[in-house]
């Protein structure tokens, strides 16, 4: 999904046991077209072969022997770092960190970094109590005050020391994402102090303990919109309703099962926000009346009364002031573009993204998506066949334009 200008990445594995991680990475950033070198330090070598990963990535993976060899016209060194659009450490080890800190250059991969000027990722994975250090901390704050230096992680879990605690490397899925993240906005972070809030996924309306009005929503597209808003460099909140994913790492997530639980979080978060996204679908009717304890087959009614659940994204654009900007959804079949801009317009929203469910690999629950963007200023945009993430970014490409 990267910009067409930039695909090309270096990845640097440091020595800690997270490297095994770095085998995934690479192999789903080759797949989806991202040109992968990858450095290993001395240490990293202990853990994982160059091999496996000049064997995945498609090209010779360098190593500290390659460095220091006399046979190039060119140092190693400058050849990598002129090359690469984005650095992708992962795993940082608390060695490479304090090295990056000062400067310092003894390897191939930090005598990259000095020789490059692209954005560089960070993962870091470590032991809790070496996270936790003072200097390791302190460190880490430190590099992250430079604009270059865009970090990820750390989670909390089980180590492979057998600690559960803070230190984990966040999982390829997520450093995968941010990689395409930063390969679009080229390391730029827009929405660096603002607030966006985003609902996401399908809500249920029990009738009893096991039956629901539901819909097959996985809230995937309201992830997209979550990752890339926290790649660009913002707070983000996610109230989400069922959904089939972790949560990433820095995403603050509100879990909820009913429309009015979700229109609660929504309306309690909704002052701190400066972008509203609902993306969820919320059922639109709910039974009448709710049964304690579940219902015998045969005391199921015939016809279930129902009535409307509240309409949230109605009551946002009735709260919002005015600097807020409030962005809907349209889940249509058959012709999108006409009842969206009646919604648009009837609901008093900024913007809607049109979405075609009917239309092969879009819609709900895969990984992929189309739409027709419209805002109240009158544009009308196509958003071709394109990853979720991808069209998260197009979304705030077009927010971020006007
Ligand atoms: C079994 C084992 C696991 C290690 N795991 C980590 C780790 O997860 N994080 C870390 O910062 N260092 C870890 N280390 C220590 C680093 O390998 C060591 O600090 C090394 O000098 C790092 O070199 P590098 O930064 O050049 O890769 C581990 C060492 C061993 C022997
Ligand atoms: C080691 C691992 C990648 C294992 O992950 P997994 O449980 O998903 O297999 C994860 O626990 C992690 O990122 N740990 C941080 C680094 C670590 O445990 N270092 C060794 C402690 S001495
Ligand atoms: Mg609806």
Not at 13 to 39: H, N, P, R
Request: aromatic fraction near 6%; glycine fraction near 8%.
């Amino acid at each position: 999904m990267q910009n067409p200008k930039l695909k090309r990445l270096i990845v640097g594995v440091g020595g800690g046991i997270a490297a095994y991680k770095i085998c995934e990475v690479v192999s789903t950033l080759f797949k989806s077209g991202v040109e992968v070198k990858v450095i290993l330090t001395n240490s990293a070598q202990k853990f994982i072969t160059p091999l496996t990963l000049a064997t995945l990535s498609r090209h010779p993976a360098y190593t500290d022997e390659a460095f220091w060899q006399s046979d190039r016209s060119r140092p190693l060194h400058i050849d990598l770092g002129e090359w690469a659009d984005l650095i992708l450490i992962a795993p940082l080890t608390a060695n490479t960190l304090a090295k990056l800190v000062y400067g310092l250059a003894d390897n191939l991969l930090t005598n990259t970094v000095l020789a490059s000027k692209c954005p560089v990722l960070l993962a870091p994975a470590m032991n809790t109590d070496m996270w936790e250090q003072t200097v390791v901390q302190r460190n880490w704050q430190q590099l992250l005050t430079e604009q270059r230096f865009h970090g990820i992680g750390t989670g909390s879990g089980l180590l492979a020391c057998d600690r559960v605690g803070a230190g984990r490397m966040a999982e390829p899925w997520e450093i995968a994402a941010y990689v395409q993240s930063l390969l679009h906005t080229a390391g730029q972070t827009d929405l660096a102090g603002k607030q966006v809030l985003i609902s996401a996924g399908g809500t249920r309306e029990y009738l009893d303990p096991v039956r629901f009005i539901g819909n097959p929503s996985t809230g995937k597209m309201g992830l997209a919109l979550a990752q890339a808003a926290l790649h660009r460099g913002a707070n983000v909140t996610l109230v989400h309703g069922s959904a089939s994913w972790d949560i990433p790492l820095g995403v603050k997530a509100i879990p909820v099962v009913s429309a009015e639980e979700m229109r609660s979080h929504m309306v309690r978060c909704l002052p701190n926000a400066d972008v509203i996204i609902m993306s969820a679908a919320v059922a639109d009717v709910k039974p009448r009346d709710y049964s304690q304890e579940k219902l015998a087959k045969k005391e199921l009614p015939e016809a279930l009364p129902l009535e409307p659940v509240p309409d949230i994204v109605a009551e946002l654009a009735q709260l919002k002031q005015p600097h807020q900007r409030l962005i809907g959804f349209a889940a249509q079949t058959g012709d999108i573009v006409k009842p969206a801009l009646e919604k648009l317009n009837r609901k008093n929203l900024d913007a809607i993204v049109a979405n075609p469910i009917d239309e092969p690999g879009s819609g709900f629950g895969g990984d992929s998506n189309q739409a027709i963007f419209l805002d109240k200023q009158g544009r009308q945009l196509e958003i071709p066949p394109c990853s979720k993430l991808q069209m998260a970014h197009h979304i705030f490409d077009l927010l971020q334009s006007n």
